[in-house]
């Protein structure tokens, strides 16, 4: 069974910080996808990035990159020179190809940017 | 605009009072899906669909009901809400396949007294 593990459940760093936010995760098919998502206060959700099993090359998108690596099952995220606007609940997700479109979700990290 | 939207966004009821919270999106997608999110639980799968009059289990069904009679649409219905369905609740519209991004609804907040 597909599972995901976000085990920080809340983060504080102080603005301009680097911070890295773990997800490690579960599955026994061997294509998969990998899910980033962000819930702002406001309380939506925002699609970040995917990445497949087969790419593991990391990712760059401004201050945010991704660093995946089979060999750990991690898939983790790291934001650099933090800002206020950067506080939310990040979450990380599994889908698997034979699993549909479920996404299996991470419990969450909350990241709290200060000042 | 493409986008997945969801009524009422806010709602407090009694207990076993029938409710139905509603789910349109405009993207053409197969794939629906209902989450509920609680804190320290992440999002968890309550029901989904593949397409139109095709809708299966997911994680947490107990107590809910859905139908898709229409493609765009994807209702979730609580025949007989109880306390423990206090959530907050998202839809999820997607293209068939794994790989596909999902695209979530704003949430509906649902308290049960």
């Known amino acids: 069974a597909q599972k995901v593990t976000q085990a920080q459940t809340e983060i504080s760093v102080v603005e301009k910080e680097d911070v890295t936010l773990d997800c490690v995760y579960e599955?026994?098919?061997?294509?998969?996808?990998l899910f980033w998502y962000k819930q702002p206060p406001s309380g939506e959700l925002v699609f970040l990035i995917r990445?497949?099993?087969?790419?593991?090359q990391n990712e760059i998108s401004g201050r945010y990159s991704w660093n995946f690596q089979k060999s750990t099952s991690s898939f983790n995220f790291t934001i650099t020179a933090s800002q206020v606007v950067d506080s939310a609940v990040y979450f990380c997700?599994?889908?698997?190809?034979?699993?549909?479109?479920?996404?299996?979700f991470g419990t969450g990290t909350q990241l709290k940017v200060e000042l | 605009e493409a986008q997945v939207t969801q009524n009422p966004r806010y709602l407090i009821t009694v207990t076993g009072k029938k409710l139905t919270v509603t789910c349109s999106q405009n993207?053409?997608?197969?794939?629906m899906s209902w989450y509920r999110q609680d804190p320290g639980l992440g999002l968890r799968q309550i029901y989904y669909s593949m397409n139109v009059e095709v809708t299966d289990k997911g994680d947490v069904p107990e107590g809910y009901k859905v139908s898709r009679k229409e493609k765009r649409n994807f209702p979730l219905i609580l025949e007989s809400p109880s306390p423990n369905q206090t959530s907050l609740y998202f839809c999820a519209s997607s293209y068939r396949g794994a790989r596909n991004e999902q695209f979530f609804g704003p949430g509906t907040r649902l308290t049960v007294l």
């Open positions: 599955t026994r098919d061997t294509t998969y996808y």
């Open positions: 990445r497949n099993s087969f790419d593991e």
């Open positions: 993207m053409n997608h197969e794939y």
């Open positions: 997700a599994l889908s698997e190809t034979g699993g549909g479109n479920k996404l299996t």
